[in-house]
């Protein structure tokens, strides 16, 4: 089955600095990889995704970059902002066979103002 | 109010007893996941269901059983619980696969003594 490798596990950057969290994942089906944030004490929340199709998203201060030959996707987060410290989780699941979606083991991001 | 509410929010029991969390969402989804979160682990996905009377096992399903009688209530149920189920639940639904959005209930938190 799917794994998804998540790095790095924790990371502090200083308050306006970008900062960039990375994914890989094992099968080479894979089709369709979002991102959700954690706030403390509540639900993920999909903040973007990326369909194989596109190489790079964006959207404000986020944009995920997908290379599938090396089989590696990131998060990108430019300008940090105090409200940007959470956890944030990448998944990663192909369009056929079962319908589980595979997340990756989370990145702590801490903003220091 | 769109929103997937998961009940308890906490509990505290004893290995072997019986319990259920239940799940409900009110935007008409079809898919409805369990998946749990623990450190170091990410969130990995237990059970999940395409639509009423429709589930299958996710990565974890060991120790849990599901059902989906109607479409908005997804409960989880551990029939005999043991220490190694304390974790973090969270319930999510889509509108009709794992390839979109995935919206999460608030958490349950649960401890197996």
């Known amino acids: 089955g799917e794994n998804v490798e998540q790095h790095p596990s924790t990371l502090s950057v200083q308050e306006g600095d970008s900062a960039v969290i990375k994914c890989t994942y094992s099968?080479?089906?894979?089709?369709?990889f979002p991102w959700y944030k954690q706030e403390l004490g509540k639900g993920p929340q999909l903040i973007i995704d990326?369909?194989?199709?596109?190489g790079e998203k964006k959207d404000q201060r986020i944009a995920v970059t997908l290379n599938k030959t090396a089989k590696h996707f990131s998060l990108h987060i430019t300008e940090t902002q105090p409200e940007d410290s959470a956890v944030y989780f990448c998944?990663?699941?192909?369009?056929?066979?079962?319908?589980?979606?595979?997340f990756g083991t989370g990145t702590r991001l801490t903003i220091i103002p | 109010e769109a929103q997937v509410t998961q009940n308890p929010r906490y509990l505290i029991t004893v290995t072997g007893k019986k319990l259920t969390v239940t799940c409900s969402q009110n935007m008409n989804h079809e898919y409805m996941s369990w998946y749990r979160q623990d450190p170091g682990l990410g969130l990995r996905q237990i059970y999940y269901?395409?639509?009423?009377?429709?589930?299958d096992k996710g990565d974890v399903p060991e120790g849990y059983k599901v059902s989906r009688k109607e479409k908005r209530n997804f409960p989880l149920i551990l029939e005999s619980p043991s220490p190694n189920q304390t974790s973090l639940y969270f319930c999510a639904s889509s509108l009709s696969g794992r390839q979109e959005t995935q919206y999460f209930g608030p958490g349950t938190r649960l401890l197996v003594l």
């Open positions: 990326i369909r194989s199709n596109v």
């Open positions: 099968d080479s089906a894979s089709n369709y």
């Open positions: 269901s395409m639509n009423v009377e429709v589930t």
């Open positions: 998944a990663a699941s192909t369009n056929f066979g079962n319908e589980k979606l595979t």
